[in-house]
């Protein structure tokens, strides 16, 4: 009886090397690299090609989950910058307004060098916001694949949350006027509106994307356990037998038309030296000599 590691199926172990050609084509043709022969009822034959389907989507599965789960964090990173970002601007147009009402130009100047600090830790958030070398605060995008196709999926862009991403230019000079401090409150305000609106589509793929998750993973556990009820049932069992039958003939086979090793050159050299018998003494009564 063959012995199988937990976990395991006769069928997996039959596509223990599915990047292969022989593997990839047999998944795609529907056929099985092994001929079952005669005896094998149409039955067995499709609930083994039923097992090893089920396995294969499985194995698709479990390699888009990876995608789909890092795309998911990194979208959580997205909002979460977003949202950082929100929160500095409220208090730069409180900063902004505050400005606006002071006449006293040393007094605008202190409150310049704030509102340019504001926007520098924009920038330091915003270079922070990555997840596995992605980040979408940067303008980098990202596109994953959901189904068997490859057709259907996610497209995520992203934007530029920086400070110069937002049009948002520090406030330089000994003299800050009233229109200065305008402009910067109204692309202060327009970011924002930006910003919120991004954080919230963030926040819709990242909940999509999980649902994904959740979907693949309880159609994985479906799968596997139909691939495990097949190879456990009757006609699955069988048919395996058959297979692993198959397989031993062809090796009995091949080994019987290699024939055996031959003999090495040296064999007879090796064997065990006689004794030395001295010239002249025959006989099984005489005594060997040594030669030492």
């Keep these: 009886m063959m012995e199988m590691q937990p976990g395991t199926t006769a069928l997996s172990r039959f596509d223990m090397h599915e990047g292969s050609a022989g593997t990839s084509a047999t998944r795609e043709s529907g056929s099985l690299p092994f001929d079952l022969g005669p005896q094998s009822s149409g039955e067995e034959m499709r609930l083994l090609k039923l097992a090893g389907t089920l396995l ?4 698709d599965m479990q390699n888009r989950i990876a995608a789909i789960e890092t795309a998911s964090q990194t979208c959580r990173c997205a909002k979460i910058v977003s949202d950082s970002v929100l929160d500095i601007l409220e208090k730069a147009k409180v900063l902004l ?17 704030s509102f340019n600090n504001i926007l520098a830790e924009i920038d330091s958030i915003v270079k922070e916001g990555y997840y596995d070398r992605k ?9 994953i694949t959901t189904d068997d196709s490859g057709s ?9 949350m920086s400070s110069s991403g937002l049009e948002l230019q520090p406030l330089e000079g000994e003299l800050i006027s009233n229109s200065e401090i305008i402009d ?17 589509s963030y926040d819709t793929i990242a909940f999509l994307l999980q649902s994904r998750m959740r979907f693949a993973r309880g159609m994985i556990d479906i799968l596997e356990d139909g691939n495990h009820q097949i190879n456990n049932s009757r006609g699955g069992h069988d048919a395996v037998s058959q297979i692993l039958s198959e397989i031993c003939r062809t090796v009995s086979q091949d080994n019987d038309a290699g024939g055996l090793p031959k003999h090495s050159a040296g064999a007879e050299e090796r064997r065990s030296p006689q004794a030395y018998t001295k010239p002249g003494a025959s006989g099984p009564g005489n005594a060997a000599y040594r030669h030492d």
């Design 184 to 200: 910067r409150l109204t692309k202060v305000e327009s970011a924002a509106g930006d910003l919120t609106a991004h954080s919230y």
């Design 56 to 59: 294969a989507r499985s194995r």
């Design 152 to 160: 259907q999926g996610f497209s995520i862009a992203g934007i530029d």
């Design 135 to 143: 980040n979408l605060a940067m303008s980098e995008d990202i596109v």
């Design 97 to 113: 307004f505050k400005m606006k009402e002071i006449s006293d130009p040393r007094g605008r100047r202190v409150l310049a060098g």
